[in-house]
């Protein structure tokens, strides 16, 4: 079976945030941190477009999912943030990923 970019992006939210139960801080800081990395390869200006098309058909089923999930406070803003994606093509959370602190 052949994977394309399509089925990646779609397994890194499978993994993160589909089938993610975990309400721990570092899975919720694993999930940000995967989306940040997904979302800052689909918004890079070097991306080839047939590649951001693939990305964003599994992102556009994740704002789907969030879209239905929205009546939970913590999808909530995030879907929000798709819907600003959506309309301008800019991510609006890109972020450095730091170091955790120790212990």
């Known amino acids: ?6 089925m990646l992006v ?8 589909y089938k993610n139960k975990s309400q721990s801080p ?3 800081r ?3 941190v995967a989306l940040n990395a997904v979302m800052k390869a689909v918004t890079n200006d070097k991306l080839a477009p ?4 693939e990305a964003e058909l599994a992102l556009l089923e994740f704002s789907e999912w969030l879209d239905d999930k929205a009546d939970d ?3 909530e803003i995030l879907k929000e943030q798709f819907d600003t ?6 991510w609006p959370s890109t ?9």
Not at 10 to 17: E, G, S
Request: net charge positive; glycine share 4%; charged share 20%.
């Open 30 to 32: 694993l999930q940000l």
């Open 85 to 90: 994606y959506w309309a301008s093509k800019a």
């Open 26 to 28: 570092l899975a919720k």
């Open 73 to 75: 406070n913590q999808y």
């Open 50 to 53: 047939e590649v951001r098309m």
């Open 1 to 6: 079976k052949k994977v394309g970019v399509s």
């Open 95 to 103: 972020f450095e990923v730091e170091p955790l602190p120790p212990g």
């Open 10 to 17: 779609k397994q890194i939210l499978n993994v993160h945030w």
